[in-house]
């Protein structure tokens, strides 16, 4: 019989990383809902579809657009159909972070008041880019290490 030999935690049966993959999952459709919520998300009104021109601030501090807004909002959900097993969940979140981690590099390299700044991005979304993607690897790794995937 085929198992994954990740412990489960007794209380809802799931192994860590599907566990964690789920939370990371609910976050980023949290944080893509918050954008679109004046007050949580200053000077609404500024909130452009995409590009460097659009003011709007999640939390007064990350540049946000309703693209931007909408990409949160489908990474969680993709997120969340991939918890669902041991190794869509390890997959989410080490090729989610690497993902992150690109997205960090791009923040780096791109002008913020270019044309190719289609995300937006400002200097405190690059470096969360960075945290994300360093976390979500960490994760992806910590709660498999040792166990069979499946």
Same mark, same amino acid.
């Given at each position: 019989?085929?198992?994954?030999?990740?412990?489960?935690?007794?209380?809802?049966?799931?192994?860590?990383?599907?566990?964690?993959?789920?939370?990371?999952?609910?976050?980023?459709?949290?944080?893509?809902?918050?954008?679109?919520?004046?007050?949580? +998300?200053?000077?609404?009104? $500024?909130?452009?579809?995409?590009?460097?021109?659009? $003011?709007?601030?999640?939390?007064? !501090?990350?540049?946000?657009?309703?693209?931007?807004?909408?990409?949160?909002?489908?990474?969680?959900? !993709?997120?969340?159909?991939?918890?669902? +097993? +041991?190794?869509?969940?390890?997959?989410?979140?080490?090729?989610?972070?690497?993902?992150?981690?690109?997205?960090?590099?791009?923040?780096?390299?791109?002008?913020? $008041?270019?044309?190719?700044?289609?995300?937006?991005?400002? $200097?405190?979304?690059?470096?969360?880019?960075?945290?994300?993607?360093?976390?979500?690897?960490?994760?992806?790794?910590?709660?498999?290490?040792? +166990?069979?995937?499946?």
């Amino acid at each position: 019989m085929a198992h994954s030999r990740a412990r489960a935690n007794p209380a809802d049966g799931k192994a860590p990383v599907r566990r964690a993959a789920t939370i990371v999952s609910w976050v980023f459709v949290l944080i893509g809902l918050l954008g679109f919520v004046p007050g949580i +998300t200053s000077n609404y009104a $500024d909130l452009g579809f995409a590009g460097h021109k659009s $003011d709007a601030m999640l939390l007064g !501090v990350f540049q946000v657009s309703v693209l931007h807004n909408l990409v949160h909002l489908l990474f969680g959900v !993709v997120g969340l159909v991939m918890a669902r +097993t +041991t190794a869509g969940a390890r997959a989410y979140l080490i090729g989610g972070g690497a993902i992150y981690l690109v997205l960090w590099l791009y923040g780096l390299v791109v002008e913020h $008041d270019s044309g190719a700044n289609f995300i937006p991005l400002n $200097d405190a979304v690059t470096w969360l880019h960075f945290v994300l993607g360093v976390g979500m690897i960490a994760l992806g790794l910590l709660t498999t290490r040792g +166990t069979a995937r499946r």
